[in-house]
T-cell receptor, first 113, second 112 residues
Framework: QKEVEQNSGPLSVPEGAIASLNCTYS??????FFWYRQYSGKSPELIMF????GDKEDGRFTAQLNKASQYVSLLIRDSQPSDSATYLC?????????????FGTGTRLTVIP | EAGVAQSPRYKIIEKRQSVAFWCNPI?????LYWYQQILGQGPKLLIQ????????DSQLPKDRFSAERLKGVDSTLKIQPAKLEDSAVYLC??????????FGQGTRLTVV
């Protein structure tokens, strides 16, 4: 049974701080990793994807991947109240791309003004 | 660029009734997905199409759920008969190449 584990939170950080969201996965064959943001009552919105070990930066967001440890994280710098949402980690079953994504249950982030 | 379109937005039915959802993917996206998201959980893949062929339907409860994607564009997902545990948000998504999937706004189904 493939598993994607996330701390459900809530994770609270003050405005301007760095929010760190973590995700572990069970399938060593996984090669594509995605982070989605989901506001309450809305659908998931793709914010980052990463395929290679190391860091990938996009604006205030940095995704970090360590395949040896089966660990992927998302850092949000200069957190804003508008970042308050549930962040979903998704991992594919194998190969590249979005085939057969397994989602974690999400981490709820609250940014306190 | 228009996003993934879904309808209806909300649906309330009684158990044992049938229901259908419609999805129009982003133009040019060959891959279309139907996900089920139960409250408090992450989305779960039900079925994935590549053009009009099924790539993966291993998690689709085939005794009651069916889906089709005629002509490789629009898709419909049907539930017949519905059970109480089918209450969820049904999300359609599409992707092109390695990027995505991108989700529609979803259909919230309540079975009473």
């Amino acid at each position: 049974q493939k598993e994607v584990e996330q701390n459900s939170g809530p994770l609270s950080v003050p405005e301007g701080a760095i929010a760190s969201l973590n995700c572990t996965y069970s399938d060593r064959g996984s090669q594509s990793f995605f982070w989605y943001r989901q506001y309450s009552g809305k659908s998931p919105e793709l914010i980052m994807f990463i395929y290679s070990n190391g860091d990938k930066e996009d604006g205030r967001f940095t995704a970090q991947l360590n395949k040896a440890s089966q660990y992927v994280s998302l850092l949000i710098r200069d957190s804003q109240p508008s970042d308050s949402a549930t962040y979903l980690c998704a991992v594919n079953e194998g190969g590249t791309g979005a085939n057969n994504l397994f989602f974690g249950t999400g981490t709820r982030l609250t940014v306190i003004p | 660029e228009a996003g993934v379109a879904q309808s209806p937005r909300y649906k309330i039915i009684e158990k044992r009734q049938s229901v259908a959802f419609w999805c129009n993917p982003i133009s040019g996206h060959a891959t279309l997905y139907w996900y089920q998201q139960i409250l408090g959980q992450g989305p779960k893949l039900l079925i994935q199409f590549q053009n009009n062929g099924v790539v993966d339907d291993s998690q689709l409860p085939k005794d009651r759920f069916s889906a089709e994607r005629l002509k490789g564009v629009d898709s419909t997902l049907k539930i017949q008969p519905a059970k109480l545990e089918d209450s969820a948000v049904y999300l359609c998504a599409s992707s092109l190449g390695i990027l995505g999937p991108f989700f529609g706004q979803g259909t919230r189904l309540t079975v009473v």
